[in-house]
C-alpha cells in the first residue's frame, strides 16, 4: 500500500524559504505523478504543485509561480517543494499527493482538484511569525 511521508515544516519569518520533503513508499514511485497541496485554518486544501513522473513537466498555483519550486528524485522516492520569499498568507499544512492515473500530466486539472486523490500524507505545518 502506497505511503507518504512529509517532513520539512516549521515556524519561518516572511521571506525566508524552506524545504519539503515527501516520502514515497509502497510502490513503484516512478509510475506516479506526484505534487503538493495545503490547507491553511479555517479553508479548504488548495493545490500547490505538481510534477510528472520524469519531473520534466510541472505545474503551479499562480500564487506561488516564481516562488515555489517542484522537484522529484526517483531514485531515491522522494518530491520535494523548494519554497522562497515566504509570505503570511503561505502558512498552511502542506501534504503531498500520488497519482498513477496520468504520470504524464496531460490532464493537470484533474491532478489540481483534491478531490482526485485518494492517496495522502499527513502533512507538515508551515508557519509564518507575524
Known amino acids: 500500500q502506497v505511503q507518504l511521508v512529509e517532513s520539512g515544516g516549521g515556524l519561518v519569518q516572511a521571506g525566508d524559504s524552506l524545504r519539503l520533503t515527501c516520502k514515497f513508499s509502497?510502490?513503484?514511485?516512478?509510475?506516479?505523478?506526484s505534487g503538493w497541496f495545503r490547507q491553511a485554518p479555517g479553508k479548504e486544501r488548495e493545490f500547490v504543485a505538481a510534477i510528472s513522473w520524469s519531473g520534466k513537466t510541472t505545474y503551479y498555483a499562480e500564487s506561488v509561480t516564481a516562488r515555489f519550486t517542484i522537484s522529484r528524485d526517483n531514485a531515491k522516492n522522494m518530491v520535494d517543494l523548494e519554497m522562497n520569499d515566504l509570505k503570511p498568507e503561505d502558512t498552511a499544512t502542506y501534504c503531498c499527493a500520488a497519482d498513477e492515473d496520468d504520470p504524464l500530466l496531460v490532464r493537470p486539472w484533474v491532478f489540481r482538484e483534491p478531490t482526485a486523490h485518494d492517496i495522502w500524507g499527513q502533512g507538515t505545518p508551515v508557519t509564518l511569525s507575524l
Open positions: 509502497g510502490g513503484t514511485f516512478s509510475t506516479y505523478a
